[in-house]
């Protein structure tokens, strides 16, 4: 079975989330494959701070579940883009890129995060290609712990106070871009997060594309199940269902 989850933006703060992913992580059969799809973490400095953000248990409940024969895919999202290779190496995860295709029995599946695709946010798009390139990275991760978090504090800020002047529209997904990259890729199936507004839409195509929004873990999880036989989706104590 393939599971996909996303948004669970896990932070010492929030214990409860954590509960959470190890009741889900419960529910997983070895050799399943579970995609996280960005912001697992509410937000991350790189892996040497793991210890410093207070996610040491997030990275044993990785470790256990990868080493009981689950199969982890981790793409990363606007708040754990930094997540890198050494973690992934600690816990047995593997990266996958934004804009990876899996294939569910000959059915061609588009996996994103989903922020790239909210292209009317202009702001969002310019800090996203700042943080995004290798200069500014390597800038970033050498300097201290604690000015990481110094900044990433404020980056937080900002965006909180930026988006009470955004409007919900300009925050969504842009649909011709969405139109755009499903093509580009040969899919009729797109699966994201980041917006938290989970849904099963269909796209205007001639054989019936779907794009479809996992939702956060607030107040309770949101995750898919795909088959050859279909999408199911949960978020908020709903279950919607696609037969492909
Ligand atoms: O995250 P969310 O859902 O609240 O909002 C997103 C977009 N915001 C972001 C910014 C992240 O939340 C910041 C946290 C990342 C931490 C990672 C590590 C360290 C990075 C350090 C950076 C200096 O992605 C938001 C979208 C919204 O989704 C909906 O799609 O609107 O986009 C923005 O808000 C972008 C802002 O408009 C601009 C961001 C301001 C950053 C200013 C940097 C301040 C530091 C200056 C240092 C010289
Ligand atoms: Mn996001």
């Known amino acids: 079975m393939i599971h996909l989850i996303s948004d669970l933006h896990l932070s ?4 409860e989330l954590l ?14 494959d579970l995609y996280i799809l960005g912001d697992l973490f509410e937000y991350w400095l790189g892996d040497d701070a793991v210890e410093f953000l207070g996610h040491g248990a997030v990275e044993r409940l990785l470790t256990s579940l ?17 997540l890198g290779q050494h973690f992934a190496d600690r816990c047995g995860i593997q990266l996958i890129a934004d804009e990876h295709v899996i294939r569910v029995d000959g059915r061609r599946v588009l996996l994103m995060h989903g922020d790239s695709l909210c292209t009317d946010d202009l702001p969002h798009q310019a800090f996203r290609k700042l943080v995004r ?6 800038a970033f991760l050498d300097k201290s712990v604690a000015e990481r978090d110094g900044l990433a504090k404020l980056a937080r800020y900002r965006s909180e106070d930026d988006k009470t002047q955004k409007t919900m529209e300009i925050m969504d997904v842009n649909q011709q871009a969405v139109e755009e990259i499903m093509h580009s890729h040969g ?10 507004r ?17 939702g956060d873990w607030t107040p309770e999880p949101s995750w898919i199940r795909l088959s050859a036989a279909g999408v199911e989706l949960a978020f908020s104590g709903n279950l919607r269902r696609l037969d492909f």
């Open 12 to 15: 010492p703060d929030r214990p």
């Open 19 to 32: 509960s959470q992913f190890d009741a889900f992580a419960g529910t997983l059969s070895v050799g399943d």
């Open 66 to 82: 990868s080493q009981r024969g689950i199969n982890i895919f981790f793409l990363s999202g606007n708040r754990d883009f930094l």
């Open 133 to 138: 390139s290798a200069d500014w990275q390597r």
């Open 187 to 196: 899919v009729d199936t797109l699966i994201h997060g980041h917006t938290h």
């Open 198 to 214: 989970p849904a099963i839409h269909r796209c205007d195509s001639p054989h019936g594309a779907h794009r479809i929004v996992l």
